[in-house]
């Protein structure tokens, strides 16, 4: 296991931004609770929207008392491609978890269970990667949580009943989504905790204008022409090969029109990098279209300045757990034209601050009409980072956590 270090972050800095009030409840639920220990444990240190999460999740619990380490596991290359594998699996793919594959995955959360558990009262475990130490670690002095932030709706049968004996080891169980929650998992405690963005981190703190033409021009964008942009890994389920598909549907009609793909490689997906090249085969030469990706240096800052350039945000997943990218874009006052799958219904409101779409058709058309109506498309953005300042910033997922660890210690 390998330590993250997280700053302590001051919950009082997010009054302005979510309100005097939830800043005291906040600090009401901490209190009884100050002085517990807690750990959370994940797979990756760097990419994801997992590790976006933990940053302010565990810089808050630290900050309002409850002092909470993060801890990532160790892998191997094969062990990732079992937990990628996994994942896919977990959404809903044909692929089988074969013997070889199962005793890989055993194996390395044998090697990770090897470590002093005992020092935390409760141990929150993100994602599939790491799920089977509950079962495995010899002492269990604390509670132990799963937190599951894929889509589980209709997960692969062969898969699910691979991994579920592991799963029922824990206390507790928190899903994104009430869909997501499996009838043949019963656990003492489920919470259904939709995730959530840091408005004032490097990603989601508001930016000068100046400095967001600077990064676009930079990256040999026209800050002056359209700009449409998906956020993503490079991954089948985000579908970048639509999104090039309908980007070429609106230029048929806006010639000027420009598309920003930018994906950066998760340490955990070893799928990035053949699905990367794939997507460059796929956009072939095509001056306005821009596919960046961790080698072009794109770093948070820039993500924020291209999601604050972009005239219209894409996320045209076909399948996506939440989709903080969704949150990102909604946040910085931009429509979202979002897949019809997954945690982006609950984010994207169809018509009222962006559009739901299951086609590359009408990808290219509710883009190419928010493109052309500019009033609506600034109301839309108006909409949007209210929805998300009301239901999706980090002060409102630690709320969610305080009261679970209430419940867990009750
Ligand atoms: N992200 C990034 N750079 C990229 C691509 C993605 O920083 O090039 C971030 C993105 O801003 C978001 C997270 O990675 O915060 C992705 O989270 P999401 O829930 O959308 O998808 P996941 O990758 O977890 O499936």
Request: aromatic residues 8%; hydrophobic residues 45%; charged residues 25%.
């Amino acid at each position: 296991m390998k330590q993250v270090t997280v700053p302590t972050l001051r919950v009082e800095a997010y009054a302005p931004l979510a309100g005097e009030a939830v800043v005291e409840r906040i600090r009401a639920l901490a209190r009884p609770l100050v002085g517990l220990r807690v750990a959370h444990v994940n797979a990756t240190a760097y990419g994801g929207g997992v590790v976006e999460l933990l940053f302010p999740l565990v810089g808050l619990l630290n900050g309002v008392g409850i002092p909470t380490d993060w801890w990532v596991m160790e892998g191997t290359d094969a062990f990732f491609r079992v937990t990628k594998t996994a994942h896919n699996g977990l959404q809903g793919a044909d692929v089988v978890i074969d013997g070889p594959m199962q005793e890989t995955y055993r194996e390395v959360n044998v090697a990770n269970s090897r470590f002093d558990w005992d020092a935390y009262d409760v141990v929150v475990i993100h994602d599939p990667q790491p799920a089977a130490l509950a079962s495995l670690v010899e002492h269990r002095r604390g509670r132990w949580i799963w937190r599951c932030h894929i889509d589980l709706s209709r997960p692969n049968p062969g898969v699910w009943s691979w991994i579920r004996p592991y799963l029922t080891a824990y206390d507790g169980a928190i899903f994104s989504l009430a869909p997501y929650v499996q009838p043949d998992l019963s656990l003492p405690l489920v919470a259904i905790i939709p995730p959530s963005i840091d408005p004032l981190s490097e990603k989601n703190r508001d930016l000068d204008p100046a400095e967001v033409e600077a990064i676009v021009r930079r990256f040999g964008m026209d800050p002056r022409r359209p700009l449409v942009a998906q956020v993503s890994r490079f991954d089948p389920w985000k579908d970048p090969l639509g999104v090039v598909d309908a980007y070429r549907l609106v230029k048929r009609e806006m010639p000027e029109v420009q598309l920003l793909l930018v994906g950066s490689m998760a340490t955990d997906d070893p799928e990035g990098w053949t699905f990367y090249d794939r997507t460059l085969r796929h956009a072939g030469e095509d001056p306005d279209l821009f596919i960046l990706a961790n080698l072009h240096g794109i770093n948070h800052r820039e993500v924020n300045a291209f999601q604050r350039a972009a005239d219209v945000i894409i996320q045209k997943s076909l399948r996506e757990g939440f989709g903080l990218t969704v949150t990102e874009g909604l946040w910085k006052g931009r429509p979202v034209v979002g897949g019809n799958a997954g945690g982006i219904p609950i984010q994207v409101l169809d018509g009222q601050n962006g559009f739901l779409v299951e086609s590359v058709e009408q990808c290219a058309d509710r883009t190419q009409w928010l493109l052309q109506n500019p009033a609506e498309r600034a109301r839309m953005g108006g909409e949007g980072r209210e929805h998300v300042r009301r239901h999706f910033l980090v002060t409102r997922d630690l709320e969610d956590h305080l009261q679970l660890l209430a419940r867990l210690m009750a």
